[in-house]
């Protein structure tokens, strides 16, 4: 098993955020799943991600107790998630940043298309 070489910071409460959701789909299925989008075919569909990245990241959600997966015990297996209460205090935080893409998007998408040093001014 892979072991980390830089101790996590403990001591701050965006190193255990970023050490926790860092992950490119992280936030992105959380606002999904809260949409009721709850199967990962459909998250798969929505997000147009790989599935085993996916997977990855959503088991990762589960085991820090953000979402719940729910196994249906079926002739065809089907399984489900859905957040917890700590997932669920991400909503306010996610919408936040939807917002703020939202506002910032001319500037945020020239970024995109911009050559690496040349610095854009954000609005606020």
């Known amino acids: 098993m892979y072991k980390k070489k830089i101790p996590i ?5 965006l190193h255990l955020f970023k050490e926790l959701l860092n ?11 809260s949409e009721e989008i709850k ?3 459909a998250l ?4 147009a991600v790989d599935r085993r990245v996916m997977t990855k990241q959503l088991d990762e959600l589960v085991q820090h107790g953000f979402v719940d997966k729910i ?4 002739k065809i297996p089907k399984v489900e998630y859905q957040l917890t209460d700590l997932g669920m205090s991400l909503l306010p935080l ?14 945020l998408e020239a970024a ?4 690496p040093g040349i610095s854009i001014p954000l609005l606020r």
């Open 23 to 33: 992950g490119k789909w992280k936030l992105m299925l959380i606002y999904y799943i």
């Open 94 to 107: 996610i919408s936040s940043l939807e917002r703020w893409g939202e506002n910032n998007r001319a500037v």
């Open 112 to 115: 995109l298309h911009e050559k």
């Open 44 to 47: 798969q569909k929505t997000i």
């Open 39 to 41: 199967r990962p075919g």
């Open 9 to 13: 910071r403990m001591d701050c409460g």
């Open 71 to 74: 196994t249906f015990d079926t």
